[in-house]
């Protein structure tokens, strides 16, 4: 088992590029969502989805999309990177139902210049 | 809205001793605590959870308890060791997957 797999672990953006951040995991979770990670501010949900088909956004969605086609991928975009953006990103995914526990990937570190 | 205050934002203690990790809430709704542990370079990881109709929850040198009242839970880590060395998520929920994550704890284990 990989569990929750993120790519890429680094990223160089200049301001008004767009990327797609991939992230997948091989636990039939229902439950997939994004966090970003800045210093003193903790994590902050972007988007999740409750599964196939299903997205809604958390505390800072602004300049990012989701999409969630297949249970096991749910990749970010970034339609206008801006500097504001540079940060870490998570992947994390949970069976679903009640609250539980989180399993986070390994992180997708962004610049932008 | 909702708010997770988390104290001390670092931590230094001798290897051995007992770390002491506060969080307060702000949405009396909040049913589950989880906290979660991040090494470096890596995602952070769970360590242990409390649901609302539970005090204390214990699991070997870890435990973390609830005040529903006072709206606040800690993480107590006892005989503390260098691997314990790490940056410690206190987080709350209403019982869906919107978790609202504390500022985080660095914690340093001195040999």
């Known amino acids: 088992n990989a569990g929750v797999t993120q790519t890429p672990k680094f990223q160089v953006l200049k301001t008004g590029q767009s990327m797609t951040l991939q992230c997948a995991q091989d636990m039939n979770h229902e439950y997939m969502s994004w966090y970003r990670q800045d210093p003193g501010m903790g994590l902050r949900l972007i988007h999740y989805s409750v599964g196939a088909g299903i997205t809604d956004q958390g505390e800072v969605p602004n300049g990012y999309n989701v999409s969630r086609s297949t249970t096991e991928d749910f990749p970010l975009r970034l339609l206008s990177a801006a500097p504001s953006q540079t940060s870490v990103y998570f992947c994390a995914s949970s069976l679903g139902g009640a609250a539980g526990e989180l399993f986070f990937g390994e992180g997708s570190r962004l610049t932008v210049l | 809205g909702e708010n997770v205050e988390q104290h001390p934002s670092t931590l230094s203690v001798q290897e051995g001793d007992s770390a002491v990790i506060k969080c307060t809430y702000s949405d009396s709704a909040s049913n589950y605590f989880p906290w979660y542990k991040q090494e470096l370079g890596k995602g952070p990881q769970l360590i242990i959870d409390i649901r609302s109709n539970v005090g204390e929850k214990k699991d070997q040198r870890i435990a973390v308890t609830l005040n529903k009242t006072a709206k606040h839970f800690s993480l107590h880590i006892t005989e503390t060791q260098p691997e314990d060395s790490a940056v410690y998520f206190c987080?709350?929920?209403?019982?869906?997957?919107?978790?609202?994550f504390g500022t985080g704890t660095r914690l340093k284990v001195l040999a």
């Open positions: 987080a709350a929920s209403t019982g869906t997957y919107k978790y609202i």
